[in-house]
């Protein structure tokens, strides 16, 4: 149940700080559904939902190097988040010629 919590925390943080679809999009509004109620209608004996919520985080990068190339996190939760990590893909737009592979790496930030 404490997996599940989390999880909900998390997306609702993230409605928040990003309001618009335009930012955030869920992917499986089922999915949301199911784990809300999961959490917050079941006992501990309840099976918890078979889906995991998903989701796009679209933002742009306007530095002096990205020169506002646009970029979508893909996010989707394992069940055992957050012990085990989430699936997370980064897609970007189309970088011009004159932008290479060596040039975006030190923009972004790993931890």
């Not at 700080?17 to 930012?23: H, K, L, N, R, T």
């Amino acid at each position: 149940m404490e997996w599940a919590e989390s999880q909900l925390a998390e997306v609702e943080l993230l409605t928040s700080m990003f309001p618009g679809q335009d930012e955030l999009e869920l992917t499986d509004q089922l999915a949301l559904a199911d784990l809300r109620s999961y959490v917050e209608n079941s006992s501990s004996g309840d099976k918890p939902p078979p889906s995991r919520p998903r989701f796009f985080i679209k933002q742009r990068l306007d530095s002096s190097v990205m020169n506002g190339t646009e970029f979508i996190l893909s996010c989707a939760y394992p069940s055992e988040y957050p012990s085990v990590l989430p699936e997370i893909t980064v897609r970007k737009s189309l970088i011009g010629s004159s932008l290479t592979k060596t040039d975006v790496k030190p923009t972004l930030k790993f931890r």
